[in-house]
């Protein structure tokens, strides 16, 4: 066995070449978009983030200011001129408060809220300059008035307060705002950002895969073309509008194409060659003993011609089922007309020329007409016409025929139909002999196989059936005739 008949079947699917070209254009086409698509969405974020924190920071840092406007210093302290009312309405809003705290010296708390989150340590801050920082406010409140932590963006601003010339001391404003609105304005950016690239990812994504369907229909067009091929059909594969690459291979596959069909051809012309220098020699050998058999009268000489004349007309008939089917070959039947044949007048003639050969074995032949009338050689039928080759046709309907007569048994009745159904002829051959088992219904159509070894046929007449039907785009099958028999029907597409 070589090493390929030895490969073990999920070895070879596991190969690169095993996979789906679809699928790995489509995911490898795919893979960049998707990633193109999260960086898309990552750098938008981010963006959105950056452009809210500015917008945010900035009202920070306008609010600091004025807060820090109405701190003036007194000769006796600081008076702060920020009316509740004020207050109120900067922390009216629950979901985008704005707390502050002032503190002078820094961290000694004056006004505002104490939980606000401390700047980082600054060494030497730089006066009238904001230091923005994000922070976490602690929980407040108990029971139904409690406030969760909430994370927050800060603005630190130290100033000095006091004369210019003699300042007093330094103070320090906190002004903060909800993180929870910056992200939710990040969030909708994003949205309405991701929403529409989505939407370009899904147009691009069936834009590709409808590239990729319309890049491999060559492809597809060529495993049509061998998938709906008989497997003797070694005729060129066709692919002229096909990019290169596909070109390429039906051009190798139609090389291998050619050298097996010149090896078949080799074969069926030895063949019938074979068969045709044969027939000569067989035909006198066949005379010879007849001749032999009527001038002999030792009984045991006449038994030895007898069976000599049996193996003549046993292999008489070989060579002309060989030349049969030679003729059958896809190669022959192509360059024969075809013509349309009426089945039915084909029928009557060929039972007629059989009916001597029924009679001498004891066999009742009879076409019976699609009405059910069993003498319709008397009268002309109506025709029942399918497009073929009227030699090939003739040569099946009579092995189907003779068939029957060898194998039936005499005292048999064999009875050929045609009839018509929708567009289709269905040829009929029914016997009441022994039949053909179900097992071995199949199997007759194989060149040289046998239901039995009774009688003198040699494997050949049904496959050239099979032969001569399939070149005419139909099928033949057996069934078991009821109550007993065989069935063979033929069905040819009508002309």
């Not at 009679?359 to 008397?378: F, N, Q, S």
Request: charged share 20%; proline share 7%.
């Amino acid at each position: 066995m070589s090493t390929r008949e030895a490969a073990p079947r999920g070895w070879l699917t596991s190969m690169p070449g095993a996979r789906s070209l679809h699928r790995q254009l489509f995911v490898w086409l795919l893979l960049p978009q998707i990633v193109l698509w999260v960086a898309a969405a990552s750098f938008t974020y981010g963006l959105a983030a950056r452009y809210a924190n500015e917008a945010i920071d900035a009202s920070l840092s306008q609010a600091s200011r004025a807060l820090a406007r109405q701190v003036k210093p007194m000769s006796s302290g600081l008076f702060i001129d920020f009316p509740r009312s004020a207050q109120d309405i900067l922390e009216s809003d629950p979901s985008d408060r704005v707390l502050y705290t002032v503190s002078t010296p820094p961290g000694q708390f004056i006004l505002g809220n104490r939980n606000l989150p401390p700047p980082p340590a600054i060494s030497q801050p730089v006066l009238g300059e904001p230091y923005f920082y994000d922070g976490t406010l602690l929980p407040t409140g108990h029971g139904d008035d409690a406030v969760p932590a909430e994370r927050v963006r800060v603005v630190a601003l130290y100033l000095q307060y006091g004369d210019e010339g003699a300042p007093t001391g330094t103070m320090l404003v906190q002004v903060a705002r909800s993180r929870a609105n910056r992200e939710e304005l990040a969030r909708r950016i994003l949205l309405d950002t991701a929403l529409p690239l989505s939407g370009l990812i899904v147009l691009m994504t069936m834009i590709v895969w409808g590239g990729i369907r319309a890049g491999l229909k060559p492809l597809a067009l060529l495993q049509r073309q061998v998938e709906g091929r008989a497997a003797n059909d070694l005729a060129p594969i066709r692919l002229d509008a096909a990019p290169p690459e596909v070109r390429a291979l039906a051009g190798a596959m139609n090389t291998l194409l050619q050298e097996v069909h010149h090896n078949v051809v080799a074969q069926r012309r030895f063949i019938s060659d074979a068969a045709h220098q044969l027939r000569t020699p067989l035909a006198g050998l066949k005379s010879q003993t007849e001749l032999a058999l009527r001038e002999a009268s030792d009984p045991a000489l006449i038994e030895r011609l007898r069976r000599v004349h049996e193996s003549a007309t046993r292999s008489a008939h070989l060579v002309n089922q060989l030349l049969s089917l030679a003729r059958a070959e896809p190669e022959s039947a192509m360059l024969q007309d075809r013509v349309p044949i009426d089945l039915q007048r084909l029928a009557h003639e060929v039972t007629a020329e059989l009916v001597p050969r029924a009679l001498a074995a004891h066999i009742d032949l009879g076409c019976e007409d699609p009405d059910g009338d069993d003498h319709g050689r008397d009268t002309e039928p109506a025709p029942i016409c399918v497009r073929g080759i009227g030699l090939l046709l003739r040569e099946a309907l009579v092995n189907l025929i003779d068939n029957a007569i060898r194998y039936a048994g005499a005292g048999a009745t064999v009875t050929v139909r045609v009839r018509r159904e929708g567009d289709r002829v269905l040829m009929e051959v029914e016997d009441n002999g022994p039949g053909i088992p179900a097992a071995e219904q199949a199997q007759v159509f194989e060149r040289f196989a046998r239901a039995t070894h009774d009688g003198t046929g040699c494997g050949l007449g049904l496959a050239i059936v099979r032969e001569i039907v399939e070149r005419h785009a139909g099928r033949v099958w057996i069934e078991t005739a009821q109550p007993r028999g065989a069935l063979v029907r033929v069905s040819l597409p009508a002309s």
